[in-house]
């Protein structure tokens, strides 16, 4: 069970925290985005261990994942975000390493509506 919050409406240049919740099994951890008419694309991702991240190259720099697993989160932290990120944010979870392939990972959570305005 992979549940993602932290999604709303931030101006040009603002920040987002997201979180997401994954009860259960160990998991290497994916952020993956949608925009409206658009393909889902990956954003960051991180091992169990944390000793790997991975990043898409619109978002490296800006974005950091990034997790405790002692509690069962993942985090993505937003800096400078840009009006293009605008989109649903899902987080996703697989068994093995990271990846930024989508179709490779087994749980999706649900969403969260991130809307940056210019």
């Known amino acids: 069970q992979l549940q993602a919050s932290g999604g709303g409406l931030v101006q040009a240049g603002g920040s987002l925290r997201l979180s997401c919740t994954a009860s259960?099994?160990?998991?290497?951890m994916g952020w993956f985005r949608q925009a409206p008419g658009k393909e889902r694309e990956f954003v960051a991702a991180?091992?169990?261990?944390?000793?790997?991240?991975y990043y898409a190259d619109s978002v490296k720099g800006r974005f950091t994942i990034s997790r405790d697993n002692a509690k069962n989160w993942v985090y993505l932290q937003m800096n400078s975000l840009k009006p293009e990120d605008t989109a649903v944010y899902y987080c996703?979870?697989?068994?093995?390493?990271?990846?930024?392939?989508?179709?490779?990972?087994?749980?999706w959570g649900q969403g969260t509506q991130v809307t940056v305005s210019s």
């Open positions: 996703a979870g697989k068994v093995g390493g990271p990846s930024f392939s989508v179709y490779v990972y087994d749980y």
């Open positions: 259960g099994r160990t998991f290497s």
């Open positions: 991180i091992g169990w261990s944390s000793a790997g991240t």
